[in-house]
């Protein structure tokens, strides 16, 4: 019984224009497409809302997060 090992950038670049949320160390979470993540968990995301305890608070374009404000990201599924 072989389990393989998944490495958190490995599962990151796999990621790339999957719908994802972005929690910060503020509590303020982005969702939108993730675009780019290299390996300081800077993350590039398109279509962005920013979110208040589950609130929408703000749309944008375009955001860039800079990797160490980052709490978790966490991929959605896809329906």
Request: proline fraction near 3%; include cysteine; charge should be positive.
């Amino acid at each position: 019984m072989s389990q393989q090992t998944k490495k958190p950038l490995g599962v990151l670049q796999k990621a790339i224009n999957k719908q994802v949320s972005v929690r910060l160390k503020s509590e303020i979470e982005y969702r939108g497409r993730m675009a780019n993540c290299d390996p300081y968990m800077n993350v590039i995301l398109l279509d962005a809302g920013e979110y208040n305890t589950g609130t929408l608070s703000a749309n944008y374009g375009k955001v860039v997060i800079r990797g160490n404000n980052v709490l978790f990201i966490k991929i959605e599924n896809e329906i």
